[in-house]
């Protein structure tokens, strides 16, 4: 789960991935249209933070052009080798300062 959100964070993270990637096939996770939307508004800036955070931790220099969730994937890979089929939203939310319980 993300901070403050009611759906899982795979869930947020392929809705998020099939903006960046209008290719990738359609995803259902059964939130209402208005959430969706709301994501696609909330989390670009939450994601270029996140990057930054986690580009700065790992001393990754960027492509601003890069979508927002490429450049916390390629920032996160730098740091940590998350399990393969885990979420990377959700360990990139861990990682960085955005989390509430960030160490």
Known sequence: MLP???YAA???EQVLHNQENPAAPPHECGAEEST???WKLEFPAKLNV???SLESLANVRSINLVPPLQRVYKALASLVNPPPGS??????????SSH????
Do not use: G, N
């Not at 509430?100 to 160490?103: C, E, K």
């Open 4 to 6: 403050y959100k009611h």
């Open 87 to 96: 979420c990377c939203l959700a360990w990139a939310f861990f990682m960085s």
């Open 10 to 12: 795979p869930e947020i």
């Open 100 to 103: 509430p319980v960030h160490l």
């Open 50 to 52: 996140i990057a930054s």
């Open 36 to 38: 969706l939307r709301r």
